[in-house]
């Protein structure tokens, strides 16, 4: 059973840079056939995709966090990562990863979700 | 401002059939397929349907979906208890960088 498990710190400060990482268990992130994406939910609102990243290192932002995000993968580890620079108080939210595909657009497997906070 | 359009709430009695919309354009729903998810409260979204109208393994046939032109709809029959939740739809947008995902804004389903 593929499971995704995202980590890192839970508290940020504002104009710094938010890092997580998300373990792939029970299956490659290799697989030609998926991507592998970030999407977060600020608290009470609804979701939104960050970007998503394919093994051989493509990668896909949301026009409006483009020049803030970077996604890497290594598929040593069989992770992969997000960095959000220059936060504010706006960045709070669960952050999620999850596998996508052609037919699962925003996922089919889902990480459980980490919030972050953004808070001097 | 969500590129696709959702109502905000819905609501249904136990054993009631209700549907909850989602409306686009022809760069999103109306060149792509449409996915459904469900979302309880404290959890990660679950896919409920995916290729418009497929139900992954699992997922109870009282989920069904429908898409025609630049809208879809999510439709639930035989409504329970336990199907209170947020509901969100989402499809590939075929943009200028390529194709991003965009969601619905969330329907709050409320079971009366």
């Known amino acids: 059973q593929l499971q995704l498990q995202e980590s890192g710190p839970g508290l940020v400060k504002p104009s710094e840079t938010l890092s997580l990482t998300c373990t792939v268990s029970g299956g490659s992130i290799s697989s030609s056939s998926y991507y592998w994406g970030w999407i977060r939910q600020p608290p009470g609102k609804g979701l939104e995709w960050i970007g998503s990243?394919?093994?051989?290192?493509?990668?896909y932002y949301n026009p409006s966090l483009k020049s803030r995000v970077t996604i890497s993968v290594d598929t040593s580890k069989n992770q992969f990562s997000l960095k959000l620079s220059s936060v504010t108080a706006a960045d709070t939210a669960v952050y999620y990863c999850?596998?996508?595909?052609?037919?699962?657009?925003?996922?089919?497997?889902w990480g459980q979700g980490t919030l972050v906070t953004v808070s001097s | 401002q969500s590129v696709l359009t959702q109502p905000p709430s819905a609501s249904g009695t136990p054993g009631q059939r209700v549907t909850i919309s989602c409306s686009g354009s022809s760069s999103n729903i109306g060149s792509n397929t449409v996915n459904w998810y469900q979302q309880l409260p404290g959890t990660a979204p679950k896919l409920l349907i995916y290729s418009n109208n497929q139900r992954p393994s699992g997922v109870p046939d009282r989920f069904s979906g429908s898409k025609s032109g630049t809208s879809a709809s999510l439709a639930i029959s035989g409504l329970q208890s336990e199907d209170e939740a947020d509901y969100y739809c989402?499809?590939?947008?075929?943009?200028?960088?390529?194709?991003?995902?965009?969601f619905g804004g969330g329907t709050k389903l409320t079971v009366l």
């Open positions: 989402a499809a590939w947008d075929d943009s200028l960088n390529g194709r991003d995902v965009v």
């Open positions: 990243i394919y093994y051989s290192g493509s990668t």
């Open positions: 999850a596998r996508q595909s052609r037919i699962a657009v925003a996922g089919d497997y």
